[in-house]
């Protein structure tokens, strides 16, 4: 068996950051995944690819379609193209069982969905971390903003965050590259919208992608798809950023094409002592040993390694003396909003295809009595942006020939739409268990049980309404509202946020609550989860940066403890 | 105040557009190498594998009237019939495949029925005035069924036309790489972004 100092489960955006910094502060260090290897530019096959030199013309492969047959879940999302179809798992690789829809989108590969992700990253502030102690729904977090903030500033000056100051305290500034601009159609809603509101604001999308160099990356140049992977590093990724910077150390190790088992446990020692993989290609088992553990393989992948790790000591799983693993599931509810139209801007267009949108910031729920809510707590945002239509509408109306391709040779007029990001509550009877079946790995499937409740349903009818006011107060015509929600259905199901998380939270009581206020397991003390399933509420924000500002600050601890010999 | 409110189907079909990825065209810059050119081009050895070479032309001469040749090349060179067996070869779900080529032979119906001869055969005013019919029918505010099957040939027409190298390149234009310019003169760029 092959010793390391520390062994990271995962490659994706919290894994990179914990084998940079477990690297970077001395220790040799193993990450585990289950994935292939990708590598920097080599590996991004579709990259500045035409849309011609695709056969199907990079479209969207939906769930029913021949070039969908092997992905019936990952085609659910938008975001499965036929550009980025190798970026997503085969649905066959990774199993899960519905009690009812819950959509799972995972990647497969070293970087995991760092390399797809949305890269809008907002800072919490403590309107988040006091909201279970405030409405009572869930546990109190054992930390506050003032015990992040200073891991969100140094992971912003690592990973370049672009963005604009708000000077808002629930949604704090941070370490800001030059922000993007507005098109001219964004521009006339913010005015609009923050004259009728003064107490709302429109900003840029606060994004993980360069508008300066930092560390040899060079700053975006707007070619658009992100996802397809970016040669010059432009945004955060863990190809372009954190694993880079743990392998200049020469103390890491990478095994891919190694899914998790389960933990090793030493019940005379109260310790994780290794870890057990299958390789994904010959089925065979292998053991890792190491005095440190972090398990960050994504959410849901994290709790069912611990739920699968099983003892007598721990007959429910791993560190799960408390009952609480695999429960409070959450993500964040969406694909709900409004759209409109902008009269005029005519002599006004853009260049360059800019791989971020818009943002207005929560204004419900703020504390005070004039943003207070009768019909629900917490709040949301929204995500936006404005356009001038493009071809793509000469398939929505009437009329052909010469006459169409002439009109379709300009632009149409400016549309704007907003698509709000919503707070769920975390609740028990969201959560995930073991099945019966395996996978073809000899690993116990995950049963998923997840719901909107009352709370999600109730702010969503206001996020369609309020959407539409503040189109309609900033001047724009034709105003629709849209809601692809629908009980028992996909559309806005659970999950299909990408932001999951819960089911290994953080909390001040054992009894209550997995993890300690620096992620580590109130029951193992050499085990760290710091991905999204130590979330102990959801705020509305992108999650991302607070895995990350979380991941840094639990390394930083977990290093001194074993310093001082206390792991 | 009652507002409209879009339905859920029309929504599920705009997430994708409004996550950024539907219509975000990727940008190529600079002169498009020989091997790019000799891929987009139709090879002598290229067949197709769900349409007959009947139904093929039949597709091939709808998508030029719907894109005609103007000064830029129109539907049919820029390989719209392939693309269409393409996508109903390898893509499709088989119920959604029987039901276009249900639709194409539809057409030749229709154009038996008025001229007693199928499409192709039909004269280029008599095709107009059969698309024409067509085309209102499937845009009437009312959107039926029998519509559908023209709503699809022009949409696919329409993504086949601006997505290859004829449309995106020569009737519109890419994108440049470099800095992005939000708030520019229209005049500046003067046609649309592919």
Redesign the interface.
């Known amino acids: 068996m092959t010793t390391y100092d520390a062994i990271v489960i995962g490659s994706g955006i919290t894994g990179g950051w914990a084998a940079k910094e477990l690297t970077e502060k001395g220790l040799e260090t193993l990450v585990i995944e289950r994935g292939r290897n990708v590598e920097h530019r080599k590996d991004y096959i579709t990259e500045?690819?035409?849309?011609?030199?695709f056969?199907?013309?990079?479209?969207?492969?939906g769930v029913?379609?021949?070039?969908a047959r092997e992905y019936p879940i990952q085609a659910r999302t938008?975001?499965f193209?036929e550009?980025v179809k190798h970026f997503f798992i085969k649905d066959h690789r990774n199993p899960y069982v519905e009690d009812k829809p819950f959509t799972w989108i995972q990647g497969d590969q070293v970087g995991g969905k760092s390399l797809i992700w949305g890269r809008q990253v907002y800072r919490w502030s403590d309107l988040d971390f006091e909201a279970n102690l405030r409405d009572g729904h869930g546990v109190d977090w054992p930390i506050r903003y003032a015990d992040l903030a200073p891991w969100y500033s140094y992971v912003e000056r690592f990973i370049g965050v672009s963005g604009e100051h708000l000077g808002l305290a629930h949604l704090p500034d941070g370490e800001f590259q030059p922000p993007?601009?507005?098109?001219?159609g964004?521009?006339f809603v913010k005015a609009g919208l923050e004259r009728a509101f003064p107490d709302r604001r429109l900003t840029i999308g606060r994004v993980a992608i360069l508008t300066q160099a930092v560390n040899g990356r060079l700053p975006?140049?707007?070619?658009?798809?992100c996802e397809?992977g970016c040669s010059t590093g432009s945004y955060f990724s863990s190809q372009s950023s954190t694993l880079p910077a743990a392998r200049a150390t020469g103390r890491l190790t990478i095994v891919p094409d190694s899914v998790v088992h389960s933990l090793i446990y030493d019940a005379a020692k109260n310790r994780v002592t290794g870890v057990r993989v299958v390789d994904t290609t010959t089925k065979q088992t292998r053991d890792y040993s190491a005095r440190l553990i972090f398990l960050c393989a994504s959410t849901l992948a994290t709790t069912r390694v611990l739920l699968t790790s099983k003892s007598p000591r721990f007959p429910d799983g791993l560190a799960n003396s408390s009952g609480a693993l695999g429960r409070y599931l959450m993500d964040h509810h969406f694909?709900v909003g409004a759209?409109g139209a902008i009269e005029g801007l005519?002599?006004?267009?853009?260049?360059?295809?800019?791989?971020n949108?818009i943002y207005i910031p929560r204004f419900r729920n703020l504390g005070d009595d004039a943003s207070r809510r009768g019909d629900y707590v917490r709040g949301f945002g929204y995500q936006?942006?404005a356009s001038?239509q493009?071809?793509?509408r000469?398939?929505?109306?009437?009329?052909?020939?010469?006459e169409?391709?002439?009109k379709?040779?300009?632009?149409g007029r400016w549309t704007m739409?907003l698509?709000g990001f919503g707070e769920c509550l975390p609740r028990a009877d969201n959560q995930v268990q073991l099945a019966d079946q395996t996978d073809e790995f000899g690993i116990p499937l995950l049963r998923i049980h997840c719901t909107w409740g009352e709370n999600e349903l109730a702010m969503r009818k206001d996020m369609?309404?309020s959407a539409?006011e503040m189109l309609e107060a900033a001047g724009c015509q034709?105003?629709?509202?849209?809601?692809?929600y629908?009980e028992g259905e996909l559309?806005a199901e659970p999950g299909l946020g990408i932001h999951e998380m819960g089911t290994a939270r953080m909390g001040r009581d054992p009894r209550t609550s997995v993890l300690n206020a620096h992620n580590q397991a109130h029951d193992v003390p050499n085990l760290f989860v710091t991905d999204g399933a130590c979330m102990a509420s959801s705020s509305c924000v992108n999650p991302s940066i607070t895995y990350m500002a979380l991941t840094a600050r639990a390394c930083d601890y977990a290093v001194g403890e074993l310093k001082r010999g206390n792991l | 105040m009652s507002?409209?409110?879009?339905s859920?189907r029309?929504?599920?079909e705009?997430?994708?557009?409004?996550?950024?990825?539907?219509?975000?065209?990727?940008?190529?810059a600079g002169v498009l190498s020989k091997p790019?050119r000799r891929?987009?081009a139709a090879s002598p050895a290229w067949a197709p594998r769900t349409l007959s070479p009947a139904q093929l032309e039949l597709v091939a001469t709808v998508a030029e009237?719907?894109?005609?040749q103007?000064d830029t090349p129109?539907a049919r060179a820029a390989g719209v019939h392939r693309?269409v067996d393409?996508?109903l070869s390898?893509?499709?779900?088989a119920t959604e495949r029987d039901r276009f080529l249900a639709g194409l032979a539809d057409v030749d119906a229709r154009a038996q029925s008025a001229h007693g001869q199928p499409f192709r055969q039909c004269s280029p005013e008599q095709r107009?005035a059969l698309?024409g019919e067509m085309?209102?029918r499937?845009?009437a505010s009312s959107r039926g069924e029998d519509g559908w099957f023209f709503?699809r040939l022009?949409?696919l027409t329409?993504?086949?036309y601006?997505?290859?190298?004829f449309?995106?390149m020569q009737?519109?234009h890419?994108?440049?790489?470099?800095?992005?310019?939000?708030?520019?003169?229209?005049?500046?760029?003067g046609?649309?972004?592919?």
């Open positions: 500045h690819k035409p849309n011609w030199q056969p199907l013309r990079n479209a969207r492969l029913g379609t021949q070039s938008g975001q193209h550009s993007m601009e507005m098109n001219a964004e521009k975006c140049h707007y070619c658009g798809p397809r694909v759209n005519l002599d006004r267009y853009y260049q360059g295809n800019r791989p949108g936006g942006g001038r493009g071809w793509t000469g398939g929505s109306e009437a009329g052909f020939g010469v169409l391709k002439r379709l040779h300009d632009p739409g698509t369609a309404a539409a034709e105003v629709q509202t849209r809601d692809a629908e559309g | 507002r409209a409110s879009i859920r029309q929504a599920l705009q997430v994708a557009i409004l996550l950024g990825g539907a219509i975000s065209a990727p940008t190529v790019t891929a987009w009237h719907i894109i005609p103007t129109g693309f393409t996508l390898d893509h499709y779900p107009i698309l085309d209102a499937a845009f709503r022009k949409e329409i993504v086949g601006y997505t290859s190298e449309g995106a009737e519109l890419v994108s440049p790489f470099g800095a992005y310019r939000g708030d520019i003169p229209y005049a500046s760029v046609r649309a972004w592919s």
